[in-house]
């Protein structure tokens, strides 16, 4: 059994390289929004049996790329929120900061944070156990978080693949299962 999982493609979303938290949560609202650039994704001529899919524009635009049969739309393979881990007008910070930060807020379990660690890994767990597993080769289109997290529970689950440290944009990474 393999399992394919993709990032979408890179979001046209630029970004001010200093911001504050009402800054940085007005551009995660727009990045929600904003169109992809599309770029041709390397899938090694494998027959994907299913296809499952963020609910999130970006990854169905970047599903609709790489498979041509039809998609199931699941909102558990949402992105985990990162809100701004402090709430100040006056402080302005990198925007890698703002990113990072809310990241680290997320693994410390700070309240900071919309979604806790336990509550990320028991929604990927419910997707992983309602999927069909009759399948043998099954694309994952979702995002660039929670595929790093996604992972983790493969492993638990019997699969061997790439340990992935930096998930990239329309890059497949491959989990198999004897």
Excluded at 15 to 21: A, N
């Amino acid at each position: 059994m393999r399992i394919g999982l993709l990032r979408h493609f890179k979001v046209n979303c630029p970004h001010k390289k200093m911001m504050t938290s009402k800054e940085f949560r007005e551009w995660s609202e727009r990045y929600e929004k904003s169109k992809v650039i599309k770029n041709k994704v390397e899938m090694y001529g494998i027959k994907w049996d299913i296809c499952y899919v963020s609910d999130l524009p970006r990854a169905i635009t970047t599903a609709k790329e790489v498979y041509s049969g039809n998609l199931h739309i699941d909102k558990l393979l949402r992105e985990v929120d990162n809100a701004p881990f402090i709430h100040s007008e006056r402080i302005r910070l990198p925007f890698e900061i703002w990113h990072i930060c809310g990241r680290l807020a997320w693994f410390f379990k700070s309240r900071s944070q919309p979604e806790t660690v336990e509550g990320t890994r028991r929604r990927i767990n419910q997707f992983l156990d309602r999927i069909d597993w009759s399948k043998e080769n099954i694309l994952i289109v979702f995002h660039g978080f929670m595929l790093f997290n996604f992972q983790r529970e493969l492993r638990k689950r019997g699969f061997t693949g790439e340990k992935v440290r930096v998930v990239k944009n329309g890059v497949l990474y491959q989990y198999l299962k004897e």
